[in-house]
């Protein structure tokens, strides 16, 4: 079921402002600012978001992940992490933070493992894009890169076209990494997704070295995150889609 919004033409305003219409002037230089944009809609059951919260808080704190901050010319990066469902509920968790050590990487993980999960209606891809590129806006933080990295399990059905917004962000130098999750079993009585891993690769990932890593399920989403986390961070090259 399709929830109607407002006419294409109608998003112009709302899309600049969600953007972000110009970067602030940053202070600090890091690797990569980075924003984990995370999937909280209703689609994900208690057992799955528990499963994709503690993906990331074990991949925060994995050495792999670890081994690539510390490889970089400055040896830190800038790290955001926002939840989202519906153009109505899109929430940074916890704000930007230096990780620059097992130690912050260590703290980001355990304030992550202790802050509230939510459930939210509807999905709203393109709502959390534009909310993530927002975050950039004054993060205090100059970079040669700046990622949106956006994972989720279903395609909009509520809010601007995913595409619209990409389009927008990648204009303006961003590059949007995608983690979608092919969910094996039916969803409030549709059948599984299938082509959703298309999706993503279509209609959200874009930018220089953009690039999907799929995941099988939400117990294979630990091992996707890690391996996506590493490649995102170290910037490795690789095709641009990486099935499960």
Request: charged fraction near 25%; glycine fraction near 8%.
């Amino acid at each position: 079921m399709k929830r109607r919004t407002a006419l294409i033409g109608s998003l112009a305003a709302p899309l600049a402002t969600w953007a972000g219409a110009s970067p602030a002037r940053a202070q600090t230089p890091v690797d990569l600012q980075l924003v984990l944009a995370v999937d909280v809609s209703r689609s994900i059951d208690e057992v799955e978001a528990e499963l994709q919260r503690r993906g990331y808080v074990e991949a925060l704190t994995n050495q792999h992940v670890i081994d690539a901050i510390l490889s970089g010319e400055h040896k830190r990066i800038a790290l955001c992490y926002t939840e989202w469902a519906g153009t109505h509920y899109q929430v940074a968790v916890i704000d930007w933070t230096v990780i620059d050590s097992p130690t912050a990487a260590r703290r980001f993980a355990d304030k992550l493992a202790e802050a509230p999960r939510t459930s939210q209606s509807w999905t709203a891809v393109g709502a959390a894009l534009a909310f993530a590129g927002a975050r950039f806006d004054n993060s205090g933080f100059e970079s040669k890169r700046r990622v949106i990295d956006i994972s989720g399990d279903g395609r909009t059905n509520d809010g601007p076209p995913a595409e619209l917004v990409r389009d927008k962000l990648v204009a303006q130098g961003f590059v949007i990494n995608g983690l979608p999750v092919m969910m094996n079993r039916t969803n409030f009585g549709r059948p599984p997704d299938t082509g959703l891993d298309k999706y993503y690769e279509e209609n959200v990932i874009g930018g220089p070295g953009s690039f999907m890593i799929s995941a099988a399920s939400f117990d294979d989403f630990g091992r996707a995150v890690r391996s996506k986390l590493v490649r995102e961070i170290s910037a490795a090259p690789r095709s641009r889609a990486t099935p499960a």
